[in-house]
């Protein structure tokens, strides 16, 4: 690949080649300086062209009627009272140092608030709850296993005791059952009361989306939110588990010395959800980019021509490159293990399990491996398919991209170590998600989705947990050689015909570029660090950008 045939990033939509400059407010199209006057010869539509830079937002200047006063027109919204304002409501000071809104900056106003509310019930309060359920429910087994431990420690303890120390290991066998039947009650109600609210939530979520999917205004504006008590979280128990000490037996002092158990404390810590209002949605802890990527370090691989890392550690990363040697390095550059194919074959592309074992792709055999103790294992094989890109996921599942022998077909397969759980082909019209090329990347964000850069399509595809399409970001002028998420559920993507990285918010929305590199694969660190393999180079640089 020339790097003197790369693109601009920025280009003008008309000829798709030259840096643009100027923006038509009119028709919201981008334009370079040479296709200004060829837009605007087109004398059938009205024309506003400014230079890109004092471009404003688009507006359908729409202002609904003031209820209180017939002759104005409300161009302003109180978010303290709720309620749309004209001049004559402001000028009455019922609304002084109430904070109001243009509501030419909101379009579709009351769906904008239905959506957004929609959204943060489905993406962040549904799932906290559903989360703390599903926290709560995986207590039980470990409290069982301790209670149980408990039990024998207390047993063990009155085998070496006289026929009347039956008596107390009764009674503290007793108290024992009293408070795991009192831990377990706990749990049970507030996994009830959590349970309660998610058939609220979802409720609420199906409310909504009726409302969204209706023109009735009245019933629209008469809408009033309750996602600020969904955002007040249950107390969660913290509970000190009770324990058993144990005493040298002493029958003289018998109930004294035989041993006893500390109380079961259960205490509620009050917590909520919060929520940054901004306008682009936010995960709490939000990092802020830095306005220049700094450059942290430089690995040189030794690799001619470097296609992947991915990180097995803060501080250890996997590469692979033109051969049929997959190596580990350090961030000092010390080859730590160095990996040959099983077959011999040069590897697609690689991964790190939540146990740290290297898993590899083989399309020659068909294969997906895993590298145990240096110990290569076949872990699935393909009839009729080949695998060629693979990641982990948060779950321990393996997420692996396939073509079909006729080259007609691609698809995304989930295992469960070599079994098939899930199959992620076609969208809600039947119509391929994927192109049928061979050069796919696949990353899993933080909110579950799958996310896929497709290189032939130019495009990257994002479906939810389900495998339902949520959006596809599309640029012709896209090389797309890698794909990774971060903690904030950012998707970054190595662009190596414009030498650059995109990266989108988990919604699509474009952010922000990072530029000067020749990138191919990337991964994230724990910390947000990003480490980008360099295609020519055979160097790895890790970057800070949060």
């Not at 962040?124 to 149980?148: D, M, V």
């Not at 035989?258 to 940054?276: M, P, V």
């Not at 030794?302 to 580990?328: A, P």
């Not at 990641?391 to 393996?398: E, K, P, Q, R, V």
Request: with cysteine.
């Amino acid at each position: 690949m020339d790097p003197q045939d790369r693109a601009q990033v920025l280009l003008c939509d008309l000829c798709q080649r030259a840096a643009l400059q100027s923006h038509c407010e009119l028709c919201q199209i981008n334009l370079c300086k040479a296709c200004v006057g060829e837009h605007l010869s087109d004398l059938s539509k009205r024309h506003n062209v400014v230079p890109y830079k004092h471009r404003t937002s688009p507006s359908n200047g729409n202002y609904p009627k003031c209820p209180n006063h017939n002759q104005k027109q409300c161009e302003l919204y109180c978010e303290k009272c709720d309620i749309h304002v004209c001049s004559t409501c402001i000028s009455s000071d019922k609304h002084h140092e109430h904070k109001l809104v243009e509501i030419l900056k909101k379009p579709n106003f009351i769906k904008e608030i239905l959506n957004n509310d929609l959204k943060e019930l489905e993406k962040r309060i549904l799932p906290t709850y559903e989360e703390i359920a599903s926290n709560l429910n995986s207590q039980k087994p470990s409290f069982e296993e301790h209670y149980e431990k408990l039990t024998t420690a207390v047993t063990k303890q009155g085998e070496d005791c006289h026929r009347e120390i039956n008596i107390i290991v009764n009674k503290q066998k007793s108290e024992i059952d009293e408070m795991k039947t009192e831990h377990l009650a706990t749990l049970n109600k507030q996994e009830n009361e959590v349970k309660k609210i998610i058939y609220d939530v979802k409720q609420c979520i199906h409310d909504l989306k009726k409302l969204l999917d209706s023109n009735d205004v009245s019933l629209a504006s008469a809408y009033k939110s309750r996602n600020a008590e969904f955002r007040r979280l249950p107390p969660t128990f913290n509970v000190s588990l009770p324990s058993f000490s144990l005493h040298q037996i002493n029958t003289e002092q018998l109930h004294q010395m035989f041993g006893s158990l500390s109380a079961l404390s259960i205490t509620t810590e009050e917590h909520g959800y919060t929520r940054k209002t901004s306008k682009a949605e936010t995960y709490p802890s939000v990092k802020p980019p830095l306005d220049e990527p700094e450059l942290i370090t430089t690995i040189d691989t030794g690799y001619n021509i470097l296609y992947s890392v991915t990180c097995l550690s803060d501080e250890e990363i996997w590469t692979r490159g033109e051969d049929k040697i997959m190596m580990l390095y350090n961030l000092q550059g010390k080859q730590l293990k160095s990996i040959k194919t099983k077959s011999g074959n040069i590897p697609c592309d690689i991964a790190v399990t939540r146990s740290g074992d290297l898993v590899y792709t083989d399309p020659r055999t068909r294969t997906v491996n895993i590298v145990k103790n240096k110990q290569i294992q076949e872990l699935i094989r393909l009839q009729g398919w080949t695998p060629y890109y693979v990641c982990s996921t948060s779950s321990g599942d393996l997420l692996v991209i396939m073509n079909s022998d006729d080259e007609k077909q691609s698809k995304v397969i989930r295992y469960s170590g070599s079994t098939e759980k899930q199959t992620i082909q076609y969208d809600s019209e039947g119509e391929p998600l994927y192109s049928c090329g061979d050069l796919k990347y696949i990353s899993e964000n933080r909110n579950l989705d799958i996310c896929v850069a497709d290189f032939e399509a130019h495009a990257i595809v994002v479906v939810n947990q389900a495998g339902k399409l949520r959006f596809r970001y599309i640029k012709k002028s896209f090389y797309l050689c890698g794909i990774t998420t971060d903690s904030q559920s950012q998707i970054l993507t190595a662009d190596n015909n414009n030498n650059c990285i995109h990266i989108l918010d988990q919604d699509g929305q474009f952010l922000r570029y990072i530029d000067n590199f020749d990138p191919c694969g990337l991964c994230v660190d724990t910390k947000d660090n990003l480490f980008v393999a360099e295609f020519n180079s055979g160097k790895v640089k890790k970057i800070k950008y949060m």
